[in-house]
């Protein structure tokens, strides 16, 4: 069975420093996995994927992700907060064969001037 | 190409009532699936429609429902509304579906209000 978990509900950084955002993953498959980004009243936007290719992903706005097997994470980072960085992100697996997608929680980013 | 679109954004209901929400996918997607939010619950899958049919379906009561236009349009009901029902709505499409490496792209949602 899949399931996903995004160790922190709110993480709390000043702009210009960086940005972590952990997620623990659990697959009976080879994994894909996803981060999506959901600013205030909109809808979820695709920030990158894993697709068991290069285990370090980079997606939009400076955002990237490292997977690591050994340790089942698929941490979100990014060198340096933006104001604009302020949303809701969301980790996502999916299992190859299936047809199931896991959100995770999601962790809420505060950006501080 | 156009996005997801959904429509009506926001709607508002009363206990009892039904609704009917309506997304049209990305033009050559032929998955579309549902999910609510919550404040509480967050993020949860509602059901995944692919050229027509049920393919996969959460943890919902009956009183959910959908269903795929040969057009990939696809259309979400609920009926006997509950206050708990109220929650923003999200359709999300894919060329394939939700197995393996195959994004979605999310609509902006509607948002039900149930008084």
């Known amino acids: 069975a899949q399931s996903v978990t995004q160790l922190d509900s709110h993480v709390s950084v000043s702009e210009g420093t960086p940005v972590l955002l952990r997620c623990n993953y659990s697959?009976?498959?080879?994994?894909?996995l996803f981060w999506y980004v959901q600013h205030p009243n909109k809808g979820l936007q695709l920030l990158l994927k894993?697709?068991?290719?290069?285990?370090l992903v980079k997606g939009i706005n400076g955002f990237e992700a490292e997977f690591k097997k050994s340790e089942t994470s698929f941490h979100l980072t990014k060198p340096s907060a933006h104001m604009s960085d302020a949303a809701e992100y969301f980790c996502v697996v999916s299992e190859s064969g299936g047809f199931k997608t896991i959100f995770g929680a999601g962790t809420r980013l505060f950006v501080k001037a | 190409k156009a996005g997801v679109t959904q429509t009506p954004r926001y709607l508002i209901k009363t206990r009892g009532q039904q609704v009917t929400l309506s997304c049209s996918p990305i033009s050559g997607h032929r998955s579309v699936s549902w999910y609510q939010q919550t404040p509480g619950q967050g993020l949860q899958f509602l059901f995944e429609?692919?050229?027509?049919?049920?393919?996969n379906k959460g943890n919902f009561p009956g009183r959910f429902s959908g269903r795929q236009f040969s057009n990939s349009r696809s259309e979400m009901n609920v009926s006997t509304l509950e206050l708990g029902d109220s929650a923003l709505y999200l359709c999300?499409?894919?060329?394939?579906?939700?197995?393996?490496?195959?994004?979605?792209?999310f609509g902006p949602g509607t948002r039900l209000t149930v008084l």
């Open positions: 999300a499409s894919s060329p394939m579906g939700l197995a393996g490496v195959n994004e979605q792209f």
């Open positions: 429609y692919f050229s027509e049919t049920q393919r």
């Open positions: 697959s009976s498959y080879s994994p894909s």
């Open positions: 894993y697709t068991s290719a290069a285990t």
